[in-house]
């Protein structure tokens, strides 16, 4: 009798991870094209005729189109101009919930949310938001930065500097808190299968921030840490917030503009050129 229980939990066991890793590969085949990696784009040239106006663009996700949105490029002009003394140009462009992939894909097209119309007229520096929806989204710090570099090689290859904005710890949990349970367990598995904990940005930090040393791109870009404008991290200060917890509110957008403006000009009055010093600000209080 106790050989045949044995044997029936056994048979129970054995059924149950059957199922499981019948499920596994169901689903990893079902999304296995969300981690497919596209081939790099032929870099476009953009140009280079701006009347010694110092130019900075920002591109990515809903921080850069909500920046638009919010008549933040405005500010962060007059940030840059009062510590330059030069005329500067600021325009800006993202979509929202866009994932660094198609951030990517966006500089290569013209129509809607594409910014290629906008890097066509060159820049001196680039501002780039992503990230925050690649972790939401379970795609993986292997995606994540292999886009990024992406984005980095043709800023760089058209001689304009990227400044790296680090992604704060935002509270996905607010919106994502009223989820099915299903969606839950369908982002879990997702995590599993990139081998990256749930809605975790600690990792996609830590695995930009190595790429960045690894290919010795750190001394190319200028790169913004989260504690430098948010002075909670890497919790998020609600102060600076909207009640999403997701997106800036206006003092945060000024707190952050104005530790960029103080990085760019940092750079720029040092050079008026394309430069490789490494940037590494004491302080971007506003």
């Known amino acids: 009798m106790l050989r045949n229980m044995i044997m029936a939990i056994v048979g129970v066991v054995c059924s149950v991870l059957l199922v499981i890793g019948c499920l596994y590969i169901y689903y990893f085949a079902k999304w296995k094209h969300l981690w497919a990696l596209d081939a790099r784009q032929p870099v476009y040239e953009v140009s280079t ?161 190595e790429m960045l040393k690894e290919e010795h791109l750190m001394e190319r870009v200028i790169y913004v840490r989260m504690d430098l404008w948010n002075k909670k991290s890497p919790a998020i200060d609600r102060a600076l917030f909207l009640d999403d917890e997701i997106h800036l509110n206006r003092e945060g957008y000024e707190q952050l503009d104005a530790c960029i403006a103080r990085a760019i000009a940092e750079i720029w009055i040092l050079g008026h050129s394309f430069s490789y010093a490494v940037y590494q600000p004491v302080d971007c209080d506003a």
């Open 49 to 209: 005729d701006r009347d010694n106006a110092l130019r900075v663009l920002l591109i990515g996700d809903s921080w850069a189109g909500m920046h638009t949105e919010r008549g933040m490029d405005s500010y962060l002009q007059q940030q840059l101009a009062a510590l330059t003394g030069d005329r500067v140009e600021v325009r800006s462009k993202g979509k929202g919930g866009e994932k660094t992939k198609g951030i990517y894909r966006l500089m290569f097209q013209t129509e809607g949310y594409g910014t290629k119309p906008l890097l066509m007229e060159g820049a001196d520096y680039c501002v780039v938001f992503a990230g925050i929806n690649d972790a939401a989204a379970n795609l993986g710090v292997r995606q994540y930065c292999y886009y990024y570099r992406l984005i980095l090689d043709f800023l760089l290859t058209n001689h304009i500097r990227p400044v790296v904005v680090e992604i704060p710890d935002v509270n996905i949990w607010r919106v994502y808190g009223s989820k099915p349970l299903k969606d839950h367990l369908s982002d879990y598995v997702k995590s599993r299968m990139t081998n990256c904990r749930m809605y975790n940005f600690q990792e996609y930090r830590e695995g930009l921030y």
